[in-house]
């Protein structure tokens, strides 16, 4: 099925009601056996439908999908304006941009309903499941290279973090360098990948990965506690968050961030990120691929690197293949 094909399909089924398959073979220009044929490809995503003889067929509960317009409409006027593109199907949003980087705009930002290969950090993969959730990634450029970026995705972290609060979320820590938690599980997730010059001119891809609302047949591929914003929503009494309006919070705050991060660097964010750290005060291990350092997390410093108290005094750690877990 093309993407286009899908997205319209999907588009009528949205409203939760049933649609007969001679409606929706005129829709896409198609034999109903064609229609069967393509309901049979929402199986494959995992889109759960119900049909009816006589009445058609229906997603139950309806699906709110993603719409560029819509989440463009949510966004202020910025200095640089942000280009947006929704897609039903990709194999990772990071990627499509970073093959593109050279060609795309600063400001061009990919969202997808549905990952086939999703990045997490160290190579993890991501789960991805059909319109759930967020997946979305922002392209931006940079002239002074990665010494202007240190401690970047930490302040992403803080807009994730701020943009959820928004819809009155309480709860919520940052574990560094880029997870969003929320009661100690995995909450939210940033990549940050980059090409160019590492010293002057490059391009930055921002990833980010948000569980709205996880289907639980999906979460079993998932190796660590996780926890979505469907669930912190009831059990605070709250309403469902809007993917749409969630996605526009949060590219709103990243196209800030974005554009001041080289004058302001990640000291203009360090107390946001303080107030939020994960394990503050309490022993944790640092662990790389040779080696693991115990002792108290202390916070960070004004460049983003991670503060440990340990036996033999204060040690700072600036990133890279590192994985931080509370201590025993």
């Known amino acids: 099925m093309r993407q286009d094909q899908l997205h319209s399909l999907l588009a009528v089924l949205a409203d939760g009601q049933y649609h007969s398959g001679q409606e929706l073979g005129e829709l896409l220009g198609v034999s109903r056996t064609a229609v069967w044929k393509h309901l049979q490809k929402l199986a494959e995503l995992n889109v759960k439908l119900d049909s009816s003889p006589g009445r058609g067929y229906r997603l139950p509960g309806g699906l709110e999908l ?171 009494g709250l309403e469902p968050v809007s993917r749409n309006k969630l996605c526009a919070s949060v590219l709103t705050k990243l196209a800030g961030l974005l554009q001041h991060y080289p004058e302001q660097g990640f000291a203009h964010w360090r107390e946001r990120w303080m107030r939020r750290a994960a394990f503050l005060g309490e022993p944790v291990r640092l662990v790389t691929a040779t080696q693991e350092t115990q002792g108290s997390l202390l916070g960070v410093s004004d460049s983003g690197a991670l503060r440990l108290a340990t036996s033999s005094g204060e040690q700072l750690m600036y990133g890279g293949e590192v994985s931080l877990r509370a201590g025993s």
Request: aromatic share 6%; with cysteine.
């Open 66 to 236: 993603l719409d560029a317009d819509t989440i463009t409409a949510l966004l202020p006027s910025t200095g640089v304006p942000l280009s947006l593109e929704v897609v039903p199907l990709v194999d990772s949003t990071n990627s499509r941009l970073m093959a593109g980087a050279g060609q795309l705009p600063t400001g061009a930002v990919c969202i997808a309903e549905q990952q086939s290969g999703g990045r997490g950090r160290r190579g993890r993969g991501w789960v991805s499941p059909f319109a759930r959730n967020l997946y979305f990634s922002v392209l931006w450029r940079f002239d002074g290279g990665a010494a202007e970026l240190e401690g970047l995705s930490l302040a992403v972290g803080v807009c994730i973090a701020e943009a959820l609060e928004s819809f009155g979320i309480t709860g919520l820590a940052l574990k560094w360098p880029n997870d969003v938690l929320a009661e100690s599980k995995k909450l939210a997730g940033i990549l940050l990948e980059m090409s160019g010059d590492p010293s002057g001119a490059c391009h930055l891809v921002v990833g980010v990965g948000i569980n709205v609302a996880m289907p639980p047949a999906a979460a079993a591929d998932i190796d660590q506690p996780w926890i979505d914003a469907a669930s912190l929503t009831r059990a605070q």
